[in-house]
């Protein structure tokens, strides 16, 4: 079936530090590749999106491209804030699926001042 | 506007009883998906609305667990004698639709679900 992995994690970081959250994925099919994030206490939320291959999602100082090749779609920020701690997600989406999401474990990030 | 609610916040069951969740989801949006999330499982689908279509029930983990949409809006997912490996938070998600990755899902603040 079709299943999204993460690095293990947490990840732990000093502010302005770089950051890379591994994703791969496995599909059936052409999937949409997505990263969610869930701040503290906060529901969870779209970060970014890329729906084909080398496309470049962003958001918020945040990337991810879409690599088929390698069946990836690493998350990756220049310079992390402690605002930015968070659990992310790593999620695939199918149309033939009713685009129901598919989600990674989730990477715990704390950003240390 | 108006996000996604979910109802009620906290809910602690003792094992064995019924309990039921309430899901309103983004006003006009057709599609409706609940998914959980825990500690063991991390967070995985469970069942999928689209209309007036019959639903997608493929994630649901046992038939202890229902859903039921009515008049295309509010939804209220089930669970029949729970047992304390349904403790969880469960989350609705709504989009305005289900044909393609445009269709952003907003997710509700969740139910935190706890079996004794």
């Known amino acids: 079936g079709d299943s999204v992995t993460q690095m293990e994690g947490p990840v732990t970081l000093s502010e302005e530090a770089f950051l890379t959250i591994n994703c791969t994925y496995t599909?059936?099919?052409?999937?949409?590749l997505f990263w969610y994030v869930q701040y503290p206490g906060e529901g969870l939320q779209l970060l970014l999106k890329?729906?084909?291959?080398?496309d470049k999602g962003s958001n918020k100082g945040f990337e991810a491209t879409y690599r088929k090749e390698t069946t990836s779609f690493h998350l990756e920020k220049g310079s992390v804030q402690v605002s930015d701690s968070a659990v992310y997600f790593c999620?695939?989406?199918?149309?033939?699926?009713?685009?129901?999401?598919?989600f990674g474990e989730g990477t715990q990030l704390t950003v240390n001042p | 506007g108006a996000g996604v609610s979910q109802s009620p916040s906290n809910k602690v069951t003792e094992k064995g009883k019924d309990v039921e969740l309430r899901c309103d989801p983004i006003?006009?949006?057709?599609?409706l998906y609940w998914y959980r999330q825990s500690l063991g499982q991390g967070l995985e689908f469970l069942i999928y609305?689209?209309?007036?279509?019959?639903?997608?029930k493929s994630g649901l983990p046992s038939d202890r667990f229902s859903a039921e949409r009515t008049g295309g809006s509010v939804s209220t997912l089930t669970i029949q004698r729970t047992q304390q490996e349904d403790s969880a938070v469960y989350l609705c998600?709504?989009?305005?639709?289900?044909?393609?990755?445009?269709?952003?899902?907003?997710f509700g603040p969740g139910t935190r679900l706890t079996v004794t």
């Open positions: 999620a695939l989406s199918l149309q033939a699926s009713g685009s129901r999401l598919t």
């Open positions: 890329a729906t084909k291959a080398d």
């Open positions: 599909a059936t099919g052409y999937p949409s």
């Open positions: 006003s006009g949006h057709t599609a």
């Open positions: 998600a709504s989009s305005l639709g289900s044909g393609g990755p445009s269709y952003e899902q907003y």
């Open positions: 609305f689209q209309g007036n279509s019959a639903p997608d």
